[in-house]
């Protein structure tokens, strides 16, 4: 039930995405209500194949790569609308949820059984660890968006060539605005993410930070995202920097995520493809 | 019933000489409303008058006979010989007015296309004629209707939706570039006329306080008391310069006032909080470099213009659409029109034959010199019933299919055959008004 659950929200995520392309190629307001709808709905129904797996699996079910990605496109579709809500910001659908859509499917072709709780990974850490750090990603992810959005604006107005997007899409000082909030938001979860896996690291590894890739990666991506926030609060990085620098950042968590499960290993390897 | 005409010059047909020998000041509306429907043919009317447009729009017995009284009326209300006014003025009967109507409110017509002004104007005629009671239940109609339309034109195309004016087009990227603009400060460096309108524009849109710097401090001063700013010395210039986030310039200097560098010192004083300049001189004021300066945009007078040449562009292309909306909706308001032919035809016919008959009676009843009421009650009942009997069938075949084809031949072979009276008075209008003024938004 559950897996079929999980699954099935691709399709919410999908027709969310679709409906938030078409508002913003036509500007037909009902396509923004209807893919915020949808959106809604997909998260509702995809918390709640969560809770259903939780109850069967007596753990936290993010433990391999399918729980992973496909909780990883909840938290997506969740940071999106509490960001398109608050700035009611309906153009940011399009370029963020098909995010959400593309986790979602890409777990939607993996195995979706429970399949046992690794013993290294029964610990109170695990929730608490897993749950800021996907959190903190998706808030990135947004800004990643809003990034993408930021360039596109800021090109045609610094070009003084206006197409047909120049309309649609909003004022760059939102935009920047939101940069700014997701990463005073994202930052601390991911750096308490990281804090509290070191800490885990040291009960269930015996040491604080052993570089293993995944470590290693998160450290890059906290240092990109640092070095972000120390700009913007010391000298004012804003604008096309700022988004230039979500961008990249969020191509740093996609590879610590993604790229170090699927290409590197190391004790993280917990939901990599074979299992 | 009559036909819609209207009769007018335009800012394509007559020069500014002439129309503003031919407007119409408010105050001299109701004595010219007034005059004008003196006119033998005329039944209602409207005038609508701006500083592009005089037309006259009023309801006649006959187009081209209402038409001709229409130019006689312009001509001897504002003493300009026929012979040299003729030349200036256009005129359009029945469907074609009613086109040129809506295309007058909805802005096709205008010398910008999509201004808004312009449905301010037809409505503040139509409120003229509704006061001087000038207005029949035919214009109110046509004016409720062209109402609508033009709102129609407005939300269902974007022939209104951007910019076409350099103070516009300002306004538009700052909302852009900053969003809310009610934490902003603009800076005014100079006084150049378009300068001064894209400030009060943008203090319009919100801007929270405007700075007004000029060579002379006197002049700064006259400005900043008339936008509520504040006055700046020229000298100081660069000191300020940090607080405006939004700068406009119109400087006679030969060369450029704000220098790139300047630019790229004062952005790093604000901590790259980005800033707009407008620079509307020739020769410019603002070196074009430091466009290239992160978080700062430069748009000179030719940029804007650029700008607003591609909105232009979208609003020809919207206009399209927005001539397809005015021409079904002609089609609509001709249906009414031809529905409201009917009724006035009936009751004319009605009413001519009771008076027949009324006489006929009398007559009867005076030859048989009988004065009890039983005899007269049956002769006016035989006249009713035979009256009700003949006319029943061409009643019927009018009422029949209100909407059809052949509704006006019809009407107007009625009118033939029972020796009817060109429709005229304001009667039939009381009556059709029961009929036809149910529907004002």
């Given at each position: 039930m559950h897996v079929l659950l999980l699954k099935a929200t691709t399709a919410f995520y999908l027709v969310g995405s679709v409906l938030y392309l078409y508002f913003i190629v036509t500007l037909k307001e009902r396509g923004a209500r209807l893919g915020r709808m949808f959106l809604m709905a997909g998260v509702v129904l995809h918390a709640a194949g969560f809770a259903l797996r939780y109850a069967e699996a007596g753990?936290?079910?993010?433990?391999n790569l399918f729980e992973s990605l496909s909780f990883f496109a909840l938290t997506i579709a969740g940071a999106f609308l509490v960001v398109e809500i608050r700035y009611n910001l309906r153009t940011l659908g399009a370029f963020v949820a098909p995010l959400a859509f593309a986790f979602s499917i890409f777990a939607a072709f993996l195995p979706g059984e429970?399949?046992?709780?690794?013993p290294a990974l029964n610990s109170y850490w695990l929730p608490i660890h897993v749950l800021l750090l996907f959190i903190g990603d998706a808030v990135f992810a947004v800004a990643f968006g809003a990034g993408i959005m930021y360039l596109l604006q800021e090109k045609q107005v610094k070009s003084k060539?206006?197409?047909?997007l120049f309309r649609r899409l909003p004022s760059l000082e939102v935009l920047d605005e939101i940069n700014y909030r997701c990463l005073t938001i994202g930052f601390p979860l991911l750096t308490m993410g990281i804090i509290t896996g070191s800490i885990w690291a040291e009960y269930?590894?015996?040491?604080?930070?052993?570089?293993d890739p995944k470590e290693t990666w998160s450290l890059i991506t906290w240092l990109l995202y640092a070095a972000l926030l120390h700009g913007r609060l010391t000298?004012?990085?804003?604008?096309r920097k700022a988004a230039i620098l979500a961008i990249i950042g969020f191509c740093a968590v996609l590879f610590t995520f993604l790229g170090v499960n699927l290409l590197l290993p190391g004790l993280h390897s917990y939901s990599n493809l074979s299992r | 019933m009559g036909q819609i005409i209207i009769i007018g010059v335009n800012h394509r047909t007559a020069p500014v000489e002439i129309r503003e020998r031919l407007a119409f000041p408010p105050e001299a509306m109701g004595r010219a409303l007034r005059g004008l429907l003196e006119?033998?043919?005329?039944?209602e009317g409207v005038i609508l008058s701006t500083c592009n447009r005089v037309e006259v729009c009023s309801l006649a017995r006959q187009g081209f006979l209402g038409t001709a009284e229409v130019k006689e009326f312009l001509a001897a209300y504002h003493a300009i010989p026929s012979e040299e006014l003729n030349g200036y003025l256009y005129h359009y009967e029945g469907d074609e007015a009613v086109k040129h109507m809506f295309r007058v409110a909805s802005s096709?017509?205008?010398?910008?296309?999509?201004?808004?002004q312009i449905l301010g104007q037809v409505k503040d005629a139509y409120g003229y004629g509704a006061e001087f009671q000038t207005i029949g239940p035919i214009l109110d109609k046509f004016f409720a209707k062209t109402f609508s339309v033009a709102k129609r034109v407005r939300t269902e195309t974007r022939?209104?939706?951007?910019?076409?004016?350099v103070s516009y087009a300002a306004v538009e990227l700052a909302r852009k570039i900053f969003?809310?603009?009610?934490?902003k400060t603009a800076m005014l460096i100079g006084a150049g006329e378009m300068c001064e309108l894209a400030a009060r524009h943008l203090l319009s849109a919100g801007v929270r306080g405007i700075m007004v710097t000029n060579r002379t401090f006197e002049r700064a001063v006259k400005l900043a008391e008339e936008f509520g700013g504040t006055p700046i010395r020229f000298d100081e210039l660069p000191v300020h310069?940090?607080?405006?986030?939004i700068v406009l310039s119109s400087t006679?200097?030969?060369?450029?006032?704000?220098?790139k560098h300047d630019v790229e010192e004062v952005i790093r004083i604000r901590k790259n909080r980005p800033m707009f300049f407008i620079d509307m001189a020739v020769p410019r004021d603002?070196?074009?470099?430091?466009?290239?300066?992160?978080n700062v945009y430069v748009y000179d007078i030719d940029d804007l213009n650029n700008v607003i040449d591609l909105n232009l562009e979208e609003r020809q292309k919207e206009a399209v659409k927005a001539e397809e909306i005015v021409e079904e909706e002609v089609r609509a308001f001709r249906r009414w029109l031809d529905a409201q032919q009917v009724t006035p035809t009936i009751i004319t016919l009605r009413r001519k034959y009771e008076e027949v008959k009324n006489v006929e009676v009398a007559k009867a009843v005076s030859m048989l010199g009988?004065?009890?009421?039983k005899t007269r009650k049956v002769v006016e009942s035989l006249a009713s019933s035979l009256l009700n009997k003949i006319l029943h069938a061409p009643i019927a075949s009018l009422k029949?299919?209100?909407?059809?084809?052949?509704q006006m031949e019809l009407v107007a072979l009625v009118r033939e055959i029972f020796d009817?009276?060109?429709?005229?008075?304001r009667t039939e209008d009381g009556d059709s008004a029961e009929t036809g003024q149910t529907t004002r938004e």
């Open positions: 753990y936290t079910p993010v433990t429970v399949a046992g709780l690794a060539r206006m197409g047909p269930a590894w015996g040491s604080y930070w052993s570089w000298v004012g990085w804003r604008g | 006119k033998e043919s005329l039944k096709l017509d205008s010398m910008v296309l999509g201004e808004p022939v209104a939706s951007s910019a076409v004016s969003g809310e603009l009610s934490d310069l940090k607080r405006a986030d006679g200097a030969p060369h450029f006032i704000i220098r603002i070196d074009p470099d430091a466009n290239q300066v992160d009988a004065e009890d009421p029949k299919d209100a909407d059809g084809r052949n009817l009276p060109e429709a005229s008075g």
